[in-house]
Nanobody, 119 residues
């Protein structure tokens, strides 16, 4: 069973930084893509950033220039470095990993970590 464990959330003032970590129970190269999503109260869960097994990254327009996604394969961990945080970045951040199953794409989620940015 795949487990994704997030950490690093917290309360920060606007303009501050946080780094989220997502530790996977197995090799991160076993996943086609890993990423971060976020969900604010009353809103849908939105994509924030992804990184493929080949190392290609993608960021949502709203976080480009402020957030960076990276990985440490030795630690089976994916990171989300968040700089210049804004109150609108406040949300629960979820780690996601996808891999090919038998005829399906399997998707796994972490439990989420709260990020609160005060103005």
């Amino acid at each position: 069973q795949v487990q994704l464990v997030e950490s690093g959330g917290g309360l920060v003032q606007a303009g501050g930084s946080l780094r989220l970590s997502c530790a996977a129970s197995g090799s991160i190269f076993s996943f086609n893509v890993m990423g971060w999503y976020r969900q604010a109260p009353g809103k849908q869960r939105d994509l924030v950033a992804t990184i493929t097994s080949g190392g290609s990254t993608n960021l949502a327009d709203s976080v480009k220039g402020r957030f960076t996604i990276s990985r440490d394969s030795a630690k089976n961990t994916v990171y989300l470095q968040m700089n210049s945080l804004k109150p609108e970045d406040t949300a629960v951040y979820y780690c996601n990993a996808k891999r090919d199953g038998v005829g399906v794409l399997l998707s796994y989620w972490g439990q989420g970590t709260q990020v609160t940015v005060s103005s």
